[in-house]
């Protein structure tokens, strides 16, 4: 069974700061592993995922994400937070199964960009 | 835009009621799943189906039920309705020959008084 945590419930930068949502897995093999995000009243946005390859992948909006398979972590970063990057961000991990599309969430964490 | 439409919006319903909510997959997507998402919480997996077949379940009683139908729309289905039902409910498809990524509408607010 895969697992994912999210160590905080709440992230606080200003606007320009450097912005990072941490993020840490448990799966028996090799992770797929994905951000999404969370507007107020709205459904998922898929920000970015690692499937193989290099460990830092790039996604929407400016975000990237640094794969750490020693760590088990896959942590969101963005260089420069926008007021507009305020929201609900999820991290997640898929099995391995083949056809098994199941994803497996974490609580979230609201970050907060203050102008 | 993901393509992936719910219907309702909002819904509000009496404990021991039957709820049916309905999603639109976007072209091409054979595989749905639905999720649960009560208030403060990630989404909970509730079941997939691949093929109008279900493939997959989470820890949900079998009131939840669901159908996929031959142009890959979907039904969830929920009985006998309990306080804690109140929640998101989340559809996502995945396109057809990728396993990776799934995309999600917007979700059917469901309370339930």
């Known amino acids: 069974a895969q697992s994912v945590a999210q160590p905080e419930d709440q992230v606080n930068v200003a606007e320009g700061n450097p912005l990072t949502v941490k993020c840490t897995y448990s799966v028996s093999g090799n992770p797929y592993l994905f951000w999404y995000v969370q507007y107020p009243n709205r459904g998922l946005q898929f920000l970015l995922k690692y499937i193989t390859g290099d460990n830092l992948v790039k996604g929407s909006y400016g975000f990237e994400a640094e794969f750490n398979k020693s760590q088990t972590s896959f942590h969101l970063k963005k260089p420069s937070a926008l007021v507009s990057d305020s929201a609900l961000y999820f991290c997640?991990?898929?099995?391995?199964?083949?056809?098994?599309?199941?994803?497996?969430f974490g609580a979230g964490t609201t970050v907060t960009v203050r102008a | 835009e993901t393509g992936v439409t719910q219907s309702p919006t909002h819904l509000i319903k009496t404990r021991g009621q039957q709820v049916t909510l309905r999603c639109s997959s976007q072209?091409?997507?054979?595989?749905v799943s639905w999720y649960q998402q009560a208030l403060g919480q990630g989404p909970q997996f509730i079941f997939q189906?691949?093929?109008?077949?279900?493939?997959g379940r989470g820890n949900f009683p079998p009131r939840f039920s669901g159908l996929q139908f031959p142009n890959y729309s979907s039904e969830l289905n929920v009985n006998a309705l309990e306080l804690d039902d109140s929640a998101l409910y989340l559809c996502a498809s995945s396109p057809s020959g990728n396993s990776y990524e799934q995309y999600f509408g917007p979700g059917t607010r469901l309370t339930v008084t």
């Open positions: 072209s091409g997507h054979n595989t």
């Open positions: 997640a991990v898929r099995d391995l199964t083949p056809w098994d599309y199941k994803l497996s």
């Open positions: 189906y691949y093929r109008e077949e279900e493939n």
